[in-house]
């Protein structure tokens, strides 16, 4: 799975190498675009992770589709068991962003989303070896904070997810992210 995060990387540095400077005019001509971005994501009661998405900008709403490596120990709160777990978060969110007149690199935004996890649980110390493969959607809710580099090719978001649950557990916590626009 962290070989999703070294492609995506490579695309990302590709597409930096490739703008040209008759770029900045096409993203003046046509405000919609394209973006894909990496970071940090804080899965709550969850492992932190590698975070990846793409999206699609509007000049007031961004569509976002993403992936996260999840994993961690898990107590479950009604038995006291351990678990090991392994697997993927995905999510969808849409954003309705507010840019200032003053500065529009700089926007700020919130919405709702669909978060989903699956994976593996491992019940720790048991002999035999308890798996058991599960997944679990729920909708939550995000705010986030973003600016773009001057030419609107580079951007960067801080983004909190709250309100989700996952069996027992949450997923709420911070994200951050780098991302590029084609």
Known sequence: MRSLAVIALVVLAAGVAWAGPDDLAAIQ?????????????????FDDGVSLAVEFDTPE?????????????????????????DG??????????????????????????WYRMDGDFRQIGAVPAVTASSDDG?????VQVGFESEDRR?????????????????????????????
């Open 88 to 113: 993927s978060y995905w999510f969808a969110e849409i954003t309705y962003t507010y840019r200032p007149d003053r500065n529009p690199l700089i926007y700020i935004g919130a919405g709702p989303g």
């Open 138 to 142: 729920c909708i939550g809710g995000h």
């Open 61 to 85: 709403w961004l569509f976002t589709v993403g992936w996260d490596d999840a994993g961690g120990t898990l107590t479950d709160p009604a038995t006291a068991l351990n678990y090991a777990f």
């Open 154 to 182: 580079l951007f960067g978001e801080v983004e909190w997810v709250f309100s989700t649950e996952h069996w027992s557990w949450d997923s709420d916590g911070l994200r951050v992210f780098f991302g590029y626009r084609f």
């Open 29 to 45: 001509d046509w405000p919609n675009a394209w973006r894909a971005k990496i970071g940090y994501a804080d899965l709550g009661d």
